[in-house]
């Protein structure tokens, strides 16, 4: 004879089993991979704007209407004074001896 078994405990049965798969989250759910990185690209996305926003934040802006205020102090100093050019001088050379920095020998130039 076989025996049939009752509703109760096929209920248990069925019961035990919808427990053990609730606990695992991604299956109950049927995450792939696919929705994984969905959420991992936008989670970068949401970061990367971020880091972004921070830079160009830090920067700051200069306003339409307001000056730059570099200092022009070698520039005053070095137009009122004179430099006889020797034999082997170059641009380069003169403007870091009388400007400091090799980058204004454009000022020679514009100036003679």
């Known amino acids: 004879m ?5 509703r109760k405990s096929v209920k248990k049965i069925e019961k035990k089993a919808e427990t053990e798969k609730s606990n695992n989250f991604f299956v109950r759910v049927k995450w792939g991979e696919s929705y994984t990185s969905l959420i991992l690209g936008f989670l970068v996305v949401i970061i ?5 926003f921070t830079f160009v934040k830090g920067k700051g802006m200069i ?3 307001s000056t730059d205020t570099a200092p022009a102090i070698n520039q005053e100093k070095a137009a ?3 430099y006889e050019v ?5 641009l380069w050379g003169i403007a ?6 090799g980058y204004n020998w454009v000022d020679i130039v514009s100036a003679n």
């Open 48 to 52: 990367a704007t971020a880091l972004l």
């Open 63 to 65: 306003e339409s209407g």
């Open 80 to 82: 009122n004074k004179t």
């Open 2 to 6: 076989v025996r049939k078994k009752s």
């Open 86 to 90: 020797k034999s082997g001088d170059n």
């Open 96 to 101: 870091e001896k009388e400007y400091g920095s």
